[in-house]
């Protein structure tokens, strides 16, 4: 199952970049190649608040979903991340084609239509709609532009 031990360690940096991705009749997502091996044979895939699909390798998700878990459920905003996080956790194979199916559900959630858009994040990925990530790239700009959050006053580019 997955990656585990020391190559998954090695491999925390290899989810980064933005590729496009298409979104077939039968609601599968080819995985590009180039991350395939990382990904593994086996995925888990939830929804994330902010609208978009959370794509993880399986060895992946349960120091997550661990962390999620652990969290002090009492409070009503925590209770309602782990149940978006932990309730919508579908565990699934990626095809000999490097295809991953996204259910009906996952599709409606996050608005998924044809165009989309796969966002590595260090040890996961994204699945953003076009018009969903486009509003994020817009509200990153916006928020640079109008107030910068005072963890990034040091950082320069």
């Known amino acids: 199952m997955g990656i585990s ?27 590009p190649t180039r991350y395939r091996d ?7 895939i939830t929804a994330d608040p902010s609208g978009c699909l959370l794509l993880f390798p399986a060895a992946g998700w349960q120091p997550f979903e661990d962390r999620v878990s652990a969290l002090p459920n009492m409070n009503p905003k925590i209770k309602a991340m782990q ?27 996050a608005k998924l239509d044809r ?9 996961r990925f994204e699945l953003w709609s076009e018009a969903g990530w486009q509003a994020q790239i817009a509200l990153a700009q916006r928020s640079m532009l ?11 580019v």
């Open 115 to 123: 165009k989309l858009q796969f966002v590595g994040q260090k040890d």
């Open 146 to 156: 109008e107030d910068v959050p005072a963890e990034l006053a040091g950082l320069s």
């Open 38 to 44: 990382a990904l593994g044979s086996e995925v888990v």
């Open 5 to 31: 031990g020391k190559r998954w360690d090695n491999l925390l940096h290899m989810f980064n970049g933005a590729p496009n991705l298409s979104l077939d009749a039968k609601g599968r997502i080819a995985i």
């Open 83 to 109: 149940r978006m996080w932990l309730g919508y956790m579908t565990e699934t194979e990626v095809d000999a084609a490097g295809r991953v199916v996204l259910t009906p559900e996952m599709r409606d959630y």
